[in-house]
Nanobody, 129 residues
Framework: QVQLVESGGGLVQPGGSLRLSCTASGFTSDYVIGWFCQAPGKEREGVACLSVNKGSNTAEGATVYGDSMKGRFTISRDNAKNTVYLQMNSLKPEDTAVYYC?????????????????WGQGTQVFVSS
């Protein structure tokens, strides 16, 4: 059974950094995994994703969505820990949202706002002084 366990959210001041973690288990084939977020009163927004080759247990095709996120957010994977990270730097108040780790059956695609696989429970990121 697929499980996604997230951690790492919290309160941070503008300009600060946070690293979100998502430990994935239960996959038996290649999969796509990433992050999307949803702020109060706003639509979901794709954040980043990558593909995992189950056979070699390696990741490829890291993608960050959104011009406001590129250059500040990075997605990566620790292959030994089966954990995907979202490193968020230079955080802004508008980054405040619940961030969800999720898988997709349709690849990363041009938009990761509503991935059609498994979703984690979400972790709150609050950027405020």
């Amino acid at each position: 059974q697929v499980q996604l366990v997230e951690s790492g959210g919290g309160l941070v001041q503008p300009g600060g950094s946070l690293r979100l973690s998502c430990t994935a288990s239960g996959f038996t084939s290649d999969y796509v995994i990433g992050w999307f977020c949803q702020a109060p009163g706003k639509e979901r927004e794709g954040v980043a994703c990558l593909s995992v080759n189950k056979g070699s247990n390696t990741a490829e095709g890291a993608t960050v969505y959104g011009d406001s996120m590129k250059g500040r957010f990075t997605i990566s994977r620790d292959n030994a820990k089966n954990t995907v990270y979202l490193q968020m730097n230079s955080l802004k108040p508008e980054d405040t949202a619940v961030y969800y780790c999720a898988t997709s059956l349709s690849g990363c695609g041009p938009d990761y706002s509503t991935p059609n696989g498994y979703w984690g429970q979400g972790t709150q990121v609050f950027v405020s002084s």
